[in-house]
């Protein structure tokens, strides 16, 4: 298998916009071709005029609804975007955001090469054909969306969320720049970035393995620790640390494979609606036993940056909502095996995981 990753990437700080001005300026054609900009809708309202000047003069940005991407949201934006190109299709896209705006400009430069809808695509390598030149711009560290080779929809008919899974749906280009994280609210930003320290510990844990991805979650892990034990985990350093871990942990993981929480987490946000990152947070309240180093080193991380997790202990203790929630969990058999094994369901049966949901409720 070969080792998939971003083609280029730029370490920016301070610099993003500049970077990116800088980047786009050197593609052919670019002032008589359109480029699609998918930005969050913070940077949207917040980033100065003078940033967008630097733009080439065809910049079309698009705002992409509030929340996580759908099927439905995609192929809205797909609409939009025939309707206001006529001439030809765009030659680059470039997404500035979490990973919401990150996975929404990998959907959107698929299908401008792909026919179809976004669900068609939902799965293993079914994009077949290479997607319009892209550059990503994460603005808040941890999901790793800028490094991964997917880009997360939630179906709007099935309810699933499933992603664009294709060597395909990986930026051509990043920009790495952690000043960008400074407004990011602390509790979002406490458990996005707590995604990367998922990613980096789950890979380790599990079987599935390789020489690059090891190397490189043993780095993340280390500088995820390291930011949410040295004091503020947005002071100037810390953001620069969590941002690294982020793209690291990402790369790993678009090459290896996750274990215990997320399969939990999910199941978390399917029936319960969390968002993923602290989805992840809530599963590490009943991994006293299971991930037990993970486990002490989270709540040195949580007292360290004084975050608290919301009290769910009323959710969790509905009958029917705990079976849901472990059938939700047992249907990502893969993630299980790789932290378990084979016979992960021995280990990890119907009534266990029930008590471990039900003990995900309260501190
Ligand atoms: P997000 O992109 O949804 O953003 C969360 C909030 O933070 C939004 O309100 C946004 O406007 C705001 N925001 C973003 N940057 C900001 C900044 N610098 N300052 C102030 N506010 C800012 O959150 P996320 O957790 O990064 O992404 C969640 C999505 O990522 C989900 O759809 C999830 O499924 C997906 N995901 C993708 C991958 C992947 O590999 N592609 C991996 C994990 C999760
Ligand atoms: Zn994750």
Redesign the pocket.
């Known amino acids: 298998m070969p080792f998939i990753c971003v083609d280029q990437v730029h370490v920016a700080r301070g610099e993003a916009w500049k970077q990116l001005a800088q980047i786009l300026a050197g593609r052919p054609n670019i002032e008589s071709s359109t480029m699609v900009v998918i930005v969050?809708?913070?940077f949207s309202e917040n980033v100065q005029e003078s940033e967008w000047m630097r733009l080439p003069r065809k910049s079309l940005a698009v705002v992409p609804p509030?929340g996580?991407?759908t099927t439905n949201s995609i192929d809205d934006l797909m609409k939009g975007l025939g309707e206001q190109i006529s001439e030809q299709i765009p030659s680059v896209v470039v997404g500035i955001?979490?990973?919401?705006?990150?996975?929404t400009a990998k959907a959107i430069a698929n299908l401008l090469t792909n026919s179809g809808r976004a669900a068609d695509y939902q799965g293993w390598d079914l994009v077949t054909r290479a997607g319009i030149d892209s550059i990503g711009v994460p603005?808040?560290p941890?999901?790793?969306?800028e490094a991964?080779r997917?880009?997360?929809l939630i179906n709007s008919d099935t309810g699933v969320?499933l992603?664009m899974n294709s060597n395909f749906s990986v930026f051509d280009e990043v920009i790495l720049d952690s000043d960008?994280?400074l407004?990011?609210?602390r509790e979002?930003y406490f458990f996005?970035a707590m995604?990367s320290y998922f990613h980096a510990v789950e890979l380790l844990g599990g079987a599935a393995r390789n020489l690059i991805s090891d190397a490189l979650a043993r780095e993340a892990r280390q500088y995820a620790y390291d930011a949410f034990t040295e004091g503020d985990m947005q002071s100037s350093a810390a953001r620069e640390k969590l941002l690294k871990a982020s793209f690291l942990a990402?790369t790993a993981i678009a090459n290896g494979m996750v274990g215990l929480v997320h399969p939990m987490s999910a199941a978390l946000s399917s029936v319960l609606g969390l968002?993923?990152?602290l989805a992840n947070c809530i599963v590490m309240r009943a991994m006293s036993e299971l991930m037990e180093t993970e486990y002490n080193e989270f709540r040195l991380f949580m007292r360290t940056q004084q975050i608290t997790l919301p009290n769910l202990s009323r959710e969790l203790s509905d009958k029917n909502s705990v079976d849901e929630l472990v059938k939700a969990t047992l249907v990502h058999r893969r993630p299980l095996e790789n932290a378990l094994g084979p016979d992960f369901d021995r280990r990890l049966t119907h009534s266990r995981l029930a008590s471990l949901f039900t003990a995900m409720g309260t501190d």
């Open positions: 969050d809708q913070h509030p996580e991407p955001g979490g990973g919401s705006a990150l996975d603005t808040i941890g999901t790793g969306a991964s997917t880009c997360v969320k992603g960008l994280s407004t990011v609210p979002t996005t995604d990402g968002g993923h990152g």
